[in-house]
């Protein structure tokens, strides 16, 4: 008997007529559509062709007026003439499967990859608000990762969302890779928005690898794409990891990047026509960031719920850390790390600088002693880069600070220990010898 499952929920969905109005303004990256009435709402979707089942180009309701509705068309270049018909078409979430594990996806769920994609029976909303507050449960145990740095003096626990702020060349792609391979998690859900093409099939089989795309969806807006896809792109991301962790799931969800979501989030609602602000980031934008962070993290406080743990690329240009889209992350996340374009120069990957990074699982994430060896390191690494100018320019006299002294024979072992593999054994205990050797 054939499975008519699949084919019943697709005409359930199919609308048994749709509002038509048409195009009355077009420029500036938008168009004005008069006609649809109360009907339209923001961010339906809309199509424009002669008639609702025919091929046009799509878009997106990003603005109301008493005048009509604002809409901005996907695609670029796509013709447009006054008096255009134009469809209010349905929303159609993501609708994931496991079968969608090891695949890639675009923004609106639909292959890249040159395959068919079996779509899963419930819907992911794409805008969905997170887990109350109040139910929600702390950050689970301590996750291994593969590197030394992160098992032991930068933390990463179950359901925490830290932020990765870089400059372009510095390792991120690299470091977000090797992070996407090596975390305990049941699922990974990756996406990249505002990436460049010809950088995906490189990532695909360089950087994750048949093992790591075995357990991870990747969902893909490249550069190229409306400023509509790659905001979208965020949000159906963000869907895909929800779908897993209501299964119980540990999903590790890593965007890349946070501020390609926020440039295109600014480019929709300047057209809209929201006010710009600092830098022309609109008011919105802190909300839109805080909101998509606060749907990751641990569903409930029981051990089987599910629970996201997220990564947020952050770019940073000339190391700014105090520009909008870098100082508003780093508020609403639980860490950040940070890359260092000089520690990259000098052939060191990965590049973190671990005195500027802060991982907000400590103290809790780490047993009393290891705490004590993570601030002993801190204080090491913090006096050498402190007297760094002084050591280079042959100023340093041995003897005049034991702590100098003991930081300056230490530190060849412990930069090299930040871009170690995590050992097999207690990455503590590593640590430990490190120490006792400047004893």
Not at 49 to 69: C, F, K, M, N, Q
Not at 218 to 243: F, M, N, P
Request: proline letters at 7%.
């Amino acid at each position: 008997m054939v499975d008519v499952t699949h084919l019943e929920a697709e005409l359930a969905r199919a609308p048994s007529r749709r509002r038509c109005g048409q195009v009355a303004a077009a420029g500036d990256g938008s168009i004005l559509v008069t006609g649809l009435g109360a009907a339209a709402r923001l961010g339906d979707r809309i199509l424009l062709a002669e008639r609702p089942d025919s091929p046009g180009p799509g878009g997106e309701i990003v603005g109301l007026t008493a005048e009509g509705a604002r809409a901005m068309v996907l695609g670029a270049g796509a013709p447009v003439a006054l008096g255009d018909p134009v469809w209010l078409a349905p929303e159609e979430p993501p609708r994931p499967a496991s079968s969608w594990l090891g695949r890639v996806i675009d923004a609106y769920g639909a292959p890249l990859d040159g395959r068919p994609l079996t779509e899963g029976k419930v819907a992911a909303p794409i805008r969905r608000a997170p887990p109350p507050a109040a139910t929600r449960g702390g950050l689970g145990p301590r996750l291994g990762t593969g590197l030394s740095v992160f098992d032991t003096i930068l933390p990463l626990a179950r359901g925490q969302r830290i932020g990765v702020f870089a400059g372009s060349g510095v390792g991120k792609s690299r470091l977000l890779a090797a992070l996407a391979r090596g975390v305990e998690a049941d699922v990974v859900v990756f996406g990249l928005i505002g990436e460049r093409g010809r950088e995906l099939n490189e990532f695909i089989h360089e950087g994750l690898g048949p093992e790591g795309l075995r357990r991870a969806v990747l969902v893909v807006a490249t550069s190229d794409e409306s400023a509509l896809a790659r905001r979208r792109a965020g949000w159906t991301a963000t869907a895909v990891a929800e779908h897993f962790r209501d299964q119980g799931k540990h999903v590790l969800l890593i965007l890349d990047s946070i501020t390609r979501f926020a440039e295109a989030h600014r480019e929709i609602a300047l057209t809209a026509g929201e006010t710009p602000s600092l830098r022309a980031f609109p008011p919105s934008t802190a909300n839109m960031i805080a909101a998509m962070a606060e749907r990751a993290g641990p569903a409930g406080r029981r051990a089987a719920d599910g629970a996201i743990t997220a990564i947020y690329s952050v770019l940073v240009a000339g190391s700014d850390m105090d520009e909008p889209i870098a100082d508003i992350t780093r508020g609403v996340l639980d860490g950040h790390i940070v890359l260092d374009r000089s520690i990259a120069e000098r052939g060191r990957f990965p590049a973190i600088d671990v005195g500027r990074s802060v991982s907000r699982a400590l103290p809790a994430a780490a047993s009393p002693g290891e705490n004590e060896t993570i601030l002993e390191v801190r204080r090491l690494i913090g006096a050498y880069e402190k007297a760094e100018p002084m050591i280079q320019t042959g100023l340093y006299q041995p003897g005049a600070d034991a702590l100098l002294d003991r930081a300056v024979k230490l530190w060849p072992a412990l930069d090299a220990f930040v871009s170690e593999p995590s050992p097999k054994g207690d990455g503590f205990a590593r640590l430990r010898a490190i120490l006792a050797q400047g004893r």
